[in-house]
Structure formats: C-alpha cells, structure tokens
C-alpha cells in the first residue's frame, strides 16, 4: 500500500484515522501510522477498514481491539445514517477476530458497538485490591482506579492536568501489579465531577508503539461499566464524562455473575475530507 487514502473522525472527541483498505503486514501498518500520527497531531489512533461495504472488517495499526474506532468505522459504513450492522474486527496480532452487532441509532444518530466480552464475569472483572480492577476485553484490558484510589493518587501527584506526569503514573502503577504484559492496555482513572463521572484513560499499545492520555476511550468506558455492575449486582445504564468533554454511554446487562452482553454507544463527527497518504 504505497499510496493510501484516509480520513479523519472525532468519536466522542477522540480523533481517529481510518485507511481504506486493509493492510495485512503489521510493520507497513505501523509504518502508515506513524506517517499519519507525524501529519495530524490531534490524531490518537489509526484503523484500516475493507473498502467493501459488504464486508464491513476493521484493523486496528497494533491489531488491538478499539471501541471508538469501531464505532467510527460503523458510522462510516452507514454514512452516519441510522441502521445495524454486523463488522468484523481484529483483536489481535495473530489475526483473531471477532463479529460483533453495531450501528447508528435512529432517536440519537449515537453510533454503538456490541463489545468482545467473556460472560463469566469472574474472568472478566479481577479485584487487585486497595480500589483497582482489572478487566479483561478481548482484545485489550484496561486497569480501572476507583475515585477513591484516584483521589489519593492525585493529591500524590499535585495535579492530574499534568498528562504526560499521570501517564507515567499509569505505566508504573500497571507495572508494579505486574499488568504491562500485554500487547495492548489502559489505566482508566475515575473522578466525581458536578456530579458526574469523569474518566482519565492512559492506553498503551505495544504492539502499535503508542502511548496516549486520551480524549476519549470507549473500551475504557466499558470497562469501567462492567466494574460498577459487577460492583452494585445488577446491570448498569451509564454515562460517562472523556476528557474532552463529551460522553460515551456504557450499557451492561449482567446477571447471577454472568455478563449478557455489554455495550457503548457515543456521537461520532467526520473531521475531513478523504485525504491522500
């Protein structure tokens, strides 16, 4: 894929690329990346979708499962109109993937994605102590610090504007639980604020050699709400405040220790024309 074609989306304010056309070869994935991410600082995170619209497929540049993108590739697939799909995404290097139920709500124009989860919510969600949690997605994990944990690791810090400082904090705290040993994670730090809860996502994907404090993390989100159900006992319909200020949705039908199903769903803008690469 020498020449290559692209656009740029805002889910939920967490600006995503994606490449039309798939690209098999990880390192040439990387390579496109790292071109785009080098043109568009505001950009987070690049996916390469199937040009097909038949055969809706997405691949994240480190093969990683990504919520926001693929909620933005949905939205892409059916022109921002509502309706439902189904799309296959990767969630992993070694070319796993999944099926997964998405679309684009008719009242909202909220684009929404079914999430990868194991039903056993034992595998799922893991109580590491002292108010963390680490979930288990297929595709990503994601290490949720309970406000009052987060509180206290913010008078620690001083501040928690400070996003390459919090970051940092993300990777020690994963590494002193012994969590950083995935291809593909996050440290999802919560916070009451105005009465609402507001995430702090730091993600890290090895396998796509990035490190971001995000605007906005959708598998985080979810992650997050599978804690709080798990946590309370029974499902969970919630909304949660991203850094930039916008909100993502988490829905998780839980029951007698099993999860049914769980879901996000959020706005989704287009923030270009198709651009060349």
């Known amino acids: ?17 994606l490449v039309f056309g798939v690209e098999t070869d990880i390192e040439k994935r990387r390579s496109i990346q790292d071109e785009i ?24 540049t480190g093969g990683e499962f990504c919520g926001n993108a693929t909620r933005t590739a949905v939205w892409h697939y059916l022109n921002g109109s509502h309706g439902e799909i189904t799309i296959r995404v990767s969630t992993s290097t070694e070319g796993d993937e999944t099926l997964l139920k998405a679309g684009v709500c008719k009242e909202t124009h909220e684009a929404w994605t079914s999430i990868p989860v194991c039903s056993d919510a034992k595998e799922v969600v893991k109580d590491k102590g002292d108010g963390l949690y680490w979930v288990q997605l297929d595709g990503i994990s994601h290490l949720i610090v309970l406000q009052r944990r987060s509180d206290a690791i913010f008078r620690e810090l001083g501040t928690f ?10 990777n020690n705290l994963a590494r002193a639980y012994n969590l950083d040993n995935v291809d593909a994670y996050g440290v999802i730090f919560t916070e009451n604020v ?27 989100t979810v992650a997050a709400g599978l804690v709080a159900s798990v946590l309370k006992g029974h499902g969970t319909n919630l909304t949660w405040l991203q850094p ?8 998780v039908e839980y029951q007698d220790g099993k999860i049914i199903g769980a879901k996000i769903s959020g706005n989704v803008s287009s923030i270009s024309d198709v651009l060349e690469g």
């Open 37 to 60: 991410l080098s043109k568009h600082t505001n950009v987070e995170q690049v996916g390469f979708i199937n040009e097909e619209s038949s055969d809706p497929y997405l691949t994240m």
């Open 244 to 251: 930039s200020g916008k909100f993502i949705q988490s829905s």
């Open 1 to 17: 894929m020498s020449v290559y074609k692209y656009k740029l989306f805002s889910p939920g304010g967490n600006d995503t690329a």
């Open 161 to 170: 504007v400070d996003k390459e400082g919090l970051k940092a904090y993300a």
């Open 194 to 220: 105005l009465d609402m809860i507001k995430i702090h996502p730091c993600v890290f994907i090895k396998t796509a050699g990035t490190s971001y404090y995000e605007t906005a993390c959708g598998s985080g």
